[in-house]
């Protein structure tokens, strides 16, 4: 994990702000871009989101079975794509 310096305090929301500079390196630089939010220990982790198959982690091809997303491959193995 890289260090970056920057310390941001709540508002009386519990709110903050993630700094322009860490948004354009990350490419969130719309509205419709989203993060992911993970907990390990101590740590709230926030990674840029990325849709992906939720069986193989794909970012290619997919399509929303049931509001899940699967990739065309994952579909064709579990027999998806006869159902659409």
């Not at 390196?25 to 849709?51: C, N, W």
């Not at 929303?64 to 579990?78: I, M």
């Amino acid at each position: 994990m890289k260090a970056t310096g920057i310390v941001r305090k709540f508002d009386e929301n519990g709110r903050f702000v993630i700094p322009m500079e860490l948004r354009k390196q990350l490419g969130l630089e719309t509205r419709d871009d989203a993060l992911e939010v993970f907990v390990e220990e101590d740590r709230i982790i926030l990674k840029k989101y990325a849709p992906s198959c939720i069986f193989c982690d794909s970012m290619d091809d997919l399509i929303l079975y049931k509001d899940k997303r699967v990739c065309g491959n994952c579909a064709k193995k579990l027999g998806l794509l006869a159902d659409m």
